[in-house]
């Protein structure tokens, strides 16, 4: 889950995982997600997550919007 302030990775059952039950790690909002390594696994200080190749582009998504806003393509729906 990304917010304006932090990064915080959800922990989830094992045959449960669309349901989260707990906060695993948080870190600071300016932490670099990327890159992604090959089998949708990213590094975060010393841990290692893999994640479903669905959320790829949320990922890279959520760098681009720290790192390189300009990157972005316009909001659609500025108003929501």
């Known amino acids: 889950m990304v917010t304006g302030s ?3 990775v959800l922990a ?3 045959l449960r995982s669309d ?3 707990s ?7 300016d932490t670099r997600l990327g890159p992604i ?3 949708h696994v990213i590094e975060l200080g010393s841990m ?3 994640f479903d190749e669905e959320y790829a582009a ?3 998504a959520a760098d681009a919007e720290m790192f390189a806003p300009e990157t972005l393509p316009p909001d659609p729906l500025p108003e929501l």
Do not use: Q
Request: glycine share 4%.
């Open 6 to 8: 932090t990064i915080s």
């Open 12 to 14: 989830t059952r094992t």
């Open 19 to 21: 349901r989260p039950v």
């Open 23 to 29: 906060v695993f790690a948080e870190f600071p909002r």
């Open 37 to 39: 390594l090959p089998g």
């Open 48 to 50: 290692v997550f893999e």
């Open 58 to 60: 949320v990922v890279s």
